[in-house]
């Protein structure tokens, strides 16, 4: 069974500082990486994708991935209440587009 | 920008009554999903749909449920006969092509609640 494992928190962090959320994945054929968010009773929503190893950067966001000890992680500069919410990380099954997601980390950032 | 769409956003049925969850994805996407989650708890994948045929289904996905494109917009999901375990918010997903790659955007969803 292909597993995605993240801590479920709360992780709660001031406004204005940089809030780090983690994932670990089994699959090691796995090739894509997601973070969605998802706000109490609401649908999820993609906010990074990543598909090599290192950073990518997107406005306060920035996903890193290490294949080699697979893990992917999220950065959230400047944390924002709104930002307050769960973080899903979804890995694909390999070479399907079946998403398996981790439970989640939610994160509150306070002001 | 461009939506998935559910609806209803919020379905009561009593056990064992079939119950329909419509879905209409984003115009130029090509495949399709579904995905449920019960409350506190992960979600899950259930079926993914291309041209016609199902892709591939997760154990959750057994005889009682089914998907059908009805028509050129509409993505459905049945269950005949409903169970208490079946409560849960249901998610439909799209995305332009299929693969590992590509990002799956997701609507609403509908809350199912069986009583």
């Known amino acids: 069974q292909k597993e995605v494992e993240q801590n479920s928190g709360p992780l709660s962090v001031p406004e204005g500082a940089i809030a780090s959320l983690n994932c670990t994945y089994s699959?090691?054929?796995?090739?894509?990486f997601f973070w969605y968010r998802q706000y109490s009773g609401k649908s999820p929503e993609l906010i990074m994708s990543?598909?090599?190893?290192g950073d990518k950067e997107d406005g306060r966001f920035t996903a890193q991935l290490n294949k080699a000890s697979q893990y992917v992680s999220l950065l959230i500069r400047d944390s924002q209440p709104s930002d307050s919410a769960t973080y899903l990380c979804?890995?694909?099954?390999?070479?399907?587009?079946?998403?398996?997601f981790g439970t989640g980390t939610r994160l509150q950032v306070f002001p | 920008e461009p939506e998935v769409t559910q609806t209803p956003s919020h379905q009561v049925t009593q056990m064992g009554q079939e119950v329909i969850l419509r879905c209409v994805p984003i115009s130029n996407h090509l495949y399709f999903y579904w995905y449920r989650q019960i409350l506190g708890q992960k979600v899950e994948f259930l079926v993914s749909f291309y041209n016609n045929e199902i892709s591939e289904k997760s154990e959750i996905f057994d005889d009682q449920f089914s998907v059908e494109r009805p028509d050129g917009s509409n993505f459905t999901l049945k269950i005949r006969s409903t169970k208490l375990e079946d409560s849960a918010m249901y998610f439909c997903?799209?995305?332009?092509?299929?693969?590992?790659?590509?990002?799956?955007?997701f609507g609403d969803g509908t809350r199912l609640s069986i009583l």
């Open positions: 997903a799209s995305s332009p092509r299929g693969g590992s790659n590509q990002p799956q955007h």
């Open positions: 990543i598909y090599s190893n």
């Open positions: 979804a890995v694909p099954l390999y070479n399907t587009d079946k998403l398996i």
């Open positions: 699959d090691r054929g796995s090739q894509s």
